[in-house]
Structure formats: structure tokens, C-alpha cells
Nanobody
Framework: QVQLVESGGGLVQAGGSLRLSCAAS????????MGWYRQAPGKQRELVAS???????KYADSVRGRFTISRDNTKNTVNLQMNSLKPEDTAVYYC?????????????WGQGTQVTVSS
């Protein structure tokens, strides 16, 4: 069984910063891509940022230059540093990981953490 546990969400004023963290635990042989998604009320879940095991990153256009994703392969963690936050960044943020178990790999999700940016 694999679990992803997120932390770091909260309420912040526009222009402020937050740091999200996610730790994976369980029967993990390795982790391929890790990422952060978000879902605002009435909208579909969207990719915010992702990072490969080798450190290659990808960002949504709306957050590029403001958010930074990083990971620690030794600790099975992924972080999202969010700066210059805007009210439109308000959403539930979900951590994701493609975990290698045995001969296959499987996608897992965290429970979500609320980020609210006030204007």
C-alpha cells in the first residue's frame, strides 16, 4: 500500500507565498514522475507542475516563473514553492506520483490540500 500525504496549504494574501510538501510512503521500489495538480470549484483538475526522477520539470503557463517544483528521491518527497500568489490560484492542490511496484508502475494521489488566496 502506498500513501501520499500533503501538507502546507492555507490562506494567504495575494502576492504572498506558500510551500506545499508531499511525502510518499509504503512499498515503494521507486518513483517515476511526481507532480502537483489543482482543482478549483466548478473546474476540471489541471496539471500545475511535474518533475521526472531525473529532475526535468514542466509547468502550466499560468504558474511558470512563480512556482517551483522540486523533489528529493532519497526521501520520496516532492515540494511546490508558490510565490506571487494570485486569487486565481485558489484551489485544492493534489500531489501525484507514478510509483514502481514490482514489474509495474501505478498512479497514486494525495488527499488534497486547500490553498486560498485572498485579494
Amino acid at each position: 500500500q502506498v500513501q501520499l500525504v500533503e501538507s502546507g496549504g492555507g490562506l494567504v494574501q495575494a502576492g504572498g507565498s506558500l510551500r506545499l510538501s508531499c511525502a510518499a510512503s509504503g512499498s515503494i521500489f521507486g518513483i517515476n514522475d511526481m507532480g502537483w495538480y489543482r482543482q478549483a470549484p466548478g473546474k476540471q483538475r489541471e496539471l500545475v507542475a511535474s518533475i521526472t526522477r531525473g529532475g526535468r520539470t514542466k509547468y502550466a503557463d499560468s504558474v511558470r516563473g512563480r512556482f517551483t517544483i522540486s523533489r528529493d528521491n532519497t526521501k520520496n518527497t516532492v515540494n511546490l514553492q508558490m510565490n506571487s500568489l494570485k486569487p486565481e490560484d485558489t484551489a485544492v492542490y493534489y500531489c501525484s506520483a507514478n510509483v514502481v511496484i514490482g514489474v509495474g508502475s501505478y498512479d497514486y494521489w494525495g488527499q488534497g490540500t486547500q490553498v486560498t488566496v485572498s485579494s
